[in-house]
Structures are given as C-alpha cells and as structure tokens.
C-alpha cells in the first residue's frame, strides 16, 4: 500500500513521533496504522534501552498541588541536557508525572509510571519522548506533603523546590519560608534536630583553632560558645535570619506571626547523580602528544 502524506500526518497526531518514523513505520507495515502505533512503541522501546546508560542529572523540578494547600507533591524528571529540560514535550510529561503523582496517593515511582495519562501508562509516554527527543528521560523520584495545617510551596526556576508545612500562619508565610529553604538551604529544623555527633566535631574543630589564639582557656571556652551558636544560626532553618529582612530570624518572624514549622523537604535537581564533566584542555593536550 502507498503511504500518503495524510497517513503520515495521522499517525503523528497519535503517537507524537517524528515524521520520518511515522513514514518508516507505515513503510514497515504496509499501511496499516494500528501496527505502525505498534511499530512505533516497540522501537521507542528499543531506544530508551539504548539511551538508558546515558547520565540524566538536568530536567526539572515539578510542583502539584490540591486546591486548599493541604497537599502537594514534588517530582523529579531527569534529561541530558538543559536544552531539553526546557523543551515543550518534556514540560508537558513532567507536569503530566506531577499530576499523576499527586493523584497516586503514593511515592513509588515504578507504580507511578504504570499509570493512565491520555490513554496510555506515562511509562508509555516516557519511551515515546525518548524516541523524539533523542535523549535519557528518566522519572527519578517524588516527595509528598500532607497536612491539616497550611502547605507552602515554590519552585525556583524549575531547578529547586520546596514544600513547608506550617501550623499556624497563611498563605503567603508558609510560602516565604519555602522561599527562603530554596535560597539559603538550611540543613536543620532548629538547634534540637543537629545530631550530636555533627556537634561534638564542630565543637572538636572551633576547640582546636582557637587553642592556637594562646588566649587563657576560659577565654577560648567564651569564643567556642559564640562560635558555636553562630554556626547552629547558619545550618539551621529557625536560626537564619529571613531571606526576605535579614534584621529578623526565620524563628522570630513565625513568632510574630503565630506560627510554627512542622517539617520541610527541599529537592533540587541532579543533586546527588555524579555528572561527567569533560576536560576539554587535558583531550587536546592528548591529543596533540598523539599526533
């Protein structure tokens, strides 16, 4: 059977595929458009295999969320590159993961990906942008807020995002203080959540530099404590001061407004996934000594 050009628009209407691999899989299958989607899937498949090896530590960070703010979910999709972490089709699969995640009750991505998104399972989906896109895609993970309280949830850019749950508050609080966890990511709620060993060491440390001040000990003992609180104010959430007015404390700033943080998560993309970064001036000295 010839295969038309109207064939061709068809199945890429259907399916999203490019418009060489429509014309291939028509080719392939004598015109029959059912086997051609079938086509299709297998050698998207196929490629996502292929692809599967190659680092994905870009993509986007992706917020979901229910209409009163007592739910949200946060999703990580990983690509190659930043080029196509800000492609059309990669932004709509990770809103389309994001909604599916927050819908999913649950924080399994494989079960995730077994999911219906528009008349397919987002794994589905998944191997189709891989074949169009021609780069790893990859679901990486989700994280979930569920709260009786007051959500806050930002997205920086794509690249970072935080929820904040508050008791207490509004809106717009719980919101600043997701804010100010995307800018200054602090590691501990507050001085309590610090596990003691971090603290001895840092202790063990501010003890040993200022033993070389040869100052009298209780005067070390009174620079170790001032050190040391002013190292709790910077790793820990409650003791910065807001990103916002850096006169006040995130601590004094829920205080005056009635509230307190229940707990946070903060995901950033890549974080964790070792990126190969290539020596371009070590290749071209190889290079050259070969030559």
């Known amino acids: 059977m010839a295969v038309t050009a109207a064939m061709v628009k068809e199945l890429r209407e259907r399916t999203g595929a490019g418009m060489m691999e429509c014309k291939k899989a028509l080719v392939e299958t004598n015109g029959d458009l059912e086997a051609a989607i079938e086509f299709l899937r297998k050698s998207g498949l196929a490629q996502a295999d292929k692809k599967a090896s190659r680092v994905a530590a870009d993509g986007q960070v992706m917020l979901a969320s229910n209409d009163d703010n007592t739910e949200a979910v946060l999703v990580e999709v990983n690509s190659e590159t930043d080029f196509v972490a800000k492609d059309a089709n990669f932004l709509a699969f990770a809103k389309a993961v994001a909604n599916n995640a927050l819908a999913a009750q649950g924080t399994d991505v494989n079960a995730l990906m077994e999911s219906d998104s528009n008349g397919t399972s987002l794994e589905v989906a998944r191997q189709a942008l891989i074949s169009k896109i021609g780069e790893n895609i990859q679901v990486r993970r989700i994280t979930r807020m569920a709260s009786s309280g007051n959500i806050g949830a930002y997205v920086h850019g794509g690249r970072i995002g935080v929820l904040v749950e508050l008791d207490g508050g509004d809106n717009e609080l719980a919101r600043d203080i997701?804010?100010?966890?995307?800018?200054?990511?602090?590691?501990?709620?507050?001085?309590?959540?610090?596990?003691?060993?971090?603290?001895?060491?840092?202790?063990?440390?501010?003890?040993?530099q200022a033993a070389d001040s040869g100052k009298p000990a209780d005067i070390i003992e009174k620079m170790v404590s001032g050190r040391m609180r002013k190292h709790l104010a910077g790793i820990t959430l409650l003791g910065q001061p807001f990103v916002k007015d850096g006169d006040v404390t995130v601590a004094k700033l829920l205080g005056q407004n009635g509230a307190s943080v229940k707990g946070y998560t903060r995901m950033a993309v890549g974080e964790g996934i070792e990126k190969k970064v290539d020596n371009f001036a070590e290749e071209v000295m190889q290079q050259v000594k070969g030559g």
């Open 178 to 208: 997701a804010m100010h966890v995307a800018a200054l990511n602090p590691e501990y709620l507050d001085e309590n959540a610090v596990p003691a060993d971090v603290l001895e060491k840092e202790k063990q440390f501010l003890i040993s």
